[in-house]
């Protein structure tokens, strides 16, 4: 079974500071995906990256994909209210279409 | 982007019925859908796999006979949870994967999500 780690779990931070949150695992995957999910309501996909030590950035979001496609990373600086929500990263292994989500982080932002 | 669409929205019914949601892909054909369930601060956990025209693909420990899953157009996947009871009560959630669109990688689009309270 594979599982994806997400560290930490909750994350309480003012505004303006930087944070990264981490997704581990021990299985390879063939792409792995960030979402943010609000309360209520479906996730909605932030990136998606395919190769390893590839880095996307999403205006103040930075996603990296470890050499090794077993683990990734999210970084935002700057953060925002509007940032608060649980972060979810989900990954792939080849031969299939299923996503295994891990196991979240909990944002929240305060003004 | 991609639309999915779920209904209801909201359930509430009594321990014992049966409650149907449907998932829809609005714009374009899913041959692949997903169903997801997420209980509270909890994460997405992956219930099972719908495939159009075939029998669904349900993970490990998931119930086939309580939670039924029919594929049975290119852009609808039903989920029936049956004789629900108070433990179902849960965020349900789907999933279309647009094969063949833009992306080399099969990009999945979530719904809104359902909320099933079981009384």
């Known amino acids: 079974t594979q599982l994806l780690e997400q560290s930490p779990q909750f994350l309480s931070i003012q505004e303006g500071e930087n944070l990264t949150v981490y997704c581990n695992s021990s299985?390879?995957?063939?792409?792995l995906q960030w979402y943010r999910q609000e309360p209520g309501e479906g996730p909605v996909l932030l990136v998606t990256?395919?190769?390893?030590?590839e880095v996307k950035k999403l205006k103040r979001l930075t996603f990296q994909f470890g050499d090794a496609r077993k683990d990734s990373s999210l970084h935002i600086t700057a953060a925002q209210p509007g940032d608060t929500g649980l972060y979810l990263c989900?990954?792939?292994?080849?031969?299939?279409?299923?996503?295994?989500f891990g196991t979240g982080t909990r944002l929240k932002v305060l003004a | 982007g991609a639309v999915v669409s779920q209904h209801p929205s909201r359930v509430i019914c009594k321990s014992g019925t049966s409650v149907k949601i449907e998932c829809r892909s609005l714009?374009?054909?899913?041959?692949?859908m997903f169903w997801y369930r997420q209980f509270p601060k909890q994460s997405l956990m992956l219930m099972a796999t719908?495939?159009?025209?075939?029998?669904?693909?349900?993970e490990q420990g998931v119930e086939k006979d309580k939670f039924l899953i029919n594929h049975a157009s290119l852009t609808l996947s039903t989920l029936t949870v049956t004789s629900a009871h108070p433990e179902d009560s849960s965020f349900y959630i789907c999933?279309?994967?647009?094969?063949?669109?833009?992306?080399?990688?099969?990009?999945?689009?979530f719904g809104p999500g359902t909320r099933l309270t079981v009384l």
């Open positions: 999933s279309a994967l647009q094969a063949g669109g833009p992306y080399s990688y099969n990009e999945q689009f």
């Open positions: 299985s390879v995957f063939s792409s």
């Open positions: 990256v395919v190769t390893g030590g």
């Open positions: 989900a990954g792939r292994a080849s031969g299939t279409y299923k996503y295994i």
């Open positions: 714009d374009f054909q899913a041959t692949t």
């Open positions: 719908s495939n159009e025209g075939s029998k669904a693909t349900y």
